[in-house]
């Protein structure tokens, strides 16, 4: 499951920075949706080849007056103790301060695992920084400078020792033709409704998955002769385990559920359009890759008039999603569920589905020269060659040189090509671009002139030396 970090501290010391630098990473990947919130106290940092985890900005504990009883504060320590790891930041500039101290207090009572993070150690000596903040007595300091993105790396290195060992329900996916699903949304929208009609079918096979750890649930059903694997929703939750208190909306719960499926199925409440929150759970899915099917839910309570009006505002509000397919559906009564599974096995169809070398470089070339992108300053960006790059979304290389001034819309044209001629649904497509000759081409062993020169003078140097 993905794990949670959470950045405390008083407020200006740059912990929204901070949040940006870890969260913001990929930023070359994930293109900013118009349509999608971001919610600014959550993200997912995603480290290249490290395990990725959800960062938590709790806002800053402010001074005496709210002091660390304040609701701010509150917020903020609830979400402190729900985390794995808490960064506890300070301003290197400003030194140490009264309420720096409370925090540490209030931390160390907690118990909650903690590093230090000196902030705003650029332009300064960071040992003497890390000093001043010695006689707080964390072992583990670490100055870095989140505007200008220094020591985040070793900051990184740091956090991923320290995250909770990956549980047995991680080992997920024994079964590859088990499709892992997560029906999310915010509060009220039907999740729990659906889930239980879902699992409450006849014809179906339902059984708790065992293995799975106190926090994430996973239910395994059949439905028309397919698995599926449902990840931990509100839904599940409650029903799997006795517990009476309603259950509240948790982001980092519903991220962590977004993480572990291949295809997040969204609510939306018909007669409530998209909102704010509704907004920032898509945009979580699509900064996550997954697959995603829009389930359009309590379509049974409207008039007919309704949803003209309903249909004409959702086309507009998730115009930045074309490639989703929406389902109408009533989880009271059971209808629209064929369709929406239908949906989920389509979009789990074209996210995991594999491509050849020979197939993806074909359609660039098609593509490319059906329309070459634009030439700025005299000179064209050129695509050479393209491999593909990883399923769940499916991600294609593209080789080529001056590709760093290929427009946004030219990406776009290449996505809509790709998914037009590989029949891609309900998935994300990503581009990688990458400078540079054909990768395969050393490997063959096709070596320039130069290089054959090279080598046949190194071998005659080795013969006379014998
Ligand atoms: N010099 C320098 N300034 C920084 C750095 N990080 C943040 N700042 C500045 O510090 C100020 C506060 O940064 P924020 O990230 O908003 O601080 P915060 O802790 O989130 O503040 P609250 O939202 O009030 O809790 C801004 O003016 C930032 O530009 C840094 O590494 N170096
Ligand atoms: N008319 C109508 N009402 C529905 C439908 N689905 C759910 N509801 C009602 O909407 C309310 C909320 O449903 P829940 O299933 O509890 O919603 P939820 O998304 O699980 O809510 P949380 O657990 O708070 O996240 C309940 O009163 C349901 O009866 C539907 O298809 N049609």
Same mark, same amino acid.
């Given at each position: ?48 080849? @490290? ?57 160390? =009572? ?21 000093? !001043? ?36 329900? !991680? ?84 991220? @962590? ?48 008039? @309704?949803?003209? @009006? ?71 960006? =050129? ?50 671009? =990458? ?13 320039? !002139? ?5 080598? =046949? ?10």
């Amino acid at each position: 499951m993905l794990p949670s970090v959470a950045l405390v501290g008083r407020p200006n010391v740059g912990k929204s920075t901070l949040f940006n630098a870890l969260t913001r990473s990929r930023d070359a990947l994930v293109h900013d949706e118009p349509g999608v919130t971001r919610d600014r106290h959550y993200g997912v940092c995603r480290p290249d080849g @490290q395990r990725a985890f959800v960062v938590v900005d709790t806002g800053g504990i402010a001074g005496e007056d709210q002091g660390l009883a304040g609701a701010t504060a509150r917020q903020a320590r609830a979400a402190a103790e729900e985390a794995d790891l808490v960064l506890f930041v300070v301003d290197g500039r400003e030194g140490v301060s009264a309420l720096d101290e409370e925090i540490l207090a209030w931390l160390r =009572k907690s118990g909650r695992p903690m590093l230090l993070v000196v902030n705003k150690t650029d332009g300064l000596d960071s040992r003497a920084a890390l000093a !001043e903040f010695a006689r707080f007595g964390v072992a583990d300091a670490h100055a870095v400078s989140a505007s200008h993105r220094q020591g985040i790396g070793s900051l990184l290195e740091e956090i991923q020792g320290r995250l909770p060992e990956e549980g047995a329900a !991680e080992v997920l996916d024994e079964d590859p033709d088990r499709i892992r699903v997560a029906f999310v949304g915010r509060p009220n929208v039907g999740k729990s409704t659906l889930v239980n009609r879902i699992l409450g079918e006849e014809r179906m096979i339902a059984s708790d998955v065992p293995g799975t750890t106190r926090d994430s649930i996973a239910v395994d059903l059949e439905r028309d002769g397919r698995k599926y694997r449902l990840i931990d929703t509100a839904g599940l939750r409650r029903k799997s385990r006795v517990e009476a208190a309603v259950e509240k909306f948790s982001i980092i719960k519903t991220l @962590q559920a977004i993480e572990e499926c291949q295809v997040a199925v969204i609510l939306l409440d018909a007669s409530e359009g998209v909102t704010e929150q509704d907004a920032s759970v898509l945009g979580a899915v699509l900064d996550a890759g997954r697959a995603l099917v829009i389930a359009i839910n309590k379509w049974d309570g409207l008039s007919s008039y @309704q949803r003209e @009006q309903t249909e004409a505002l959702l086309s507009r509000r998730l115009a930045f999603v074309p490639w989703a397919e929406s389902v109408r559906i009533s989880a009271l009564h059971g209808s629209g569920l064929r369709e929406l599974f239908r949906a989920i096995h389509r979009a789990h169809a074209s996210a995991t589905r594999t491509f050849s070398t020979a197939e993806v470089t074909r359609a660039l070339e098609i593509a490319y020269e059906s329309s070459p992108p634009p030439a700025v300053r005299g000179h064209a960006p =050129k695509l050479r060659f393209a491999h593909p790059g990883g399923a769940n979304p499916p991600t294609f290389v593209v080789h080529g040189s001056r590709l760093r001034t290929l427009p946004d819309s030219y990406t776009r044209y290449l996505e809509n090509f790709f998914r037009k001629r590989f029949k891609l649904v309900g998935t994300p497509v990503r581009f990688v671009f =990458k400078e540079g000759e054909n990768p395969y081409r050393g490997r063959k062993n096709v070596l320039t !002139e130069r290089q054959q020169a090279r080598r =046949k003078r190194l071998i005659r140097h080795a013969r006379r030396g014998r």
